[in-house]
């Protein structure tokens, strides 16, 4: 499975996608595990200091917000799913 990363996140991590192996069962919480051990300078951009998703980190399974439309990092992942991860956007 693989995650695409967008704005700064991408230039953190050194690459826009980043392949990551979840097992079976697995979660978008294990699929997170796998992307920072892949990538540990992400952690201080994405993780809040109890090791939480920082609220304003939007994670997407297949489109769909998994805050909003999915069950948090425990939303269930299979191989193949779509995984996005944006910081804050503004405009103007």
Do not use: C, I, K
């Amino acid at each position: 499975m693989e995650w695409q990363l967008f704005a700064d996140l991408s230039d953190v991590a050194g690459d826009d996608r980043v392949a990551v192996e979840v097992p079976e069962g697995g979660t978008v919480g294990d699929a997170l595990d796998a992307l920072l051990d892949a990538r540990p300078a992400l952690g201080d951009r994405v993780l809040a200091a109890d090791g939480s998703l920082h609220s304003h980190v939007n994670v997407l399974v297949n489109g769909e917000n998994v805050r909003t439309e999915g069950e948090g990092m425990d939303t269930p992942v299979e191989p193949g799913d779509e995984l996005a991860m944006f910081p804050p956007v503004s405009g103007g």
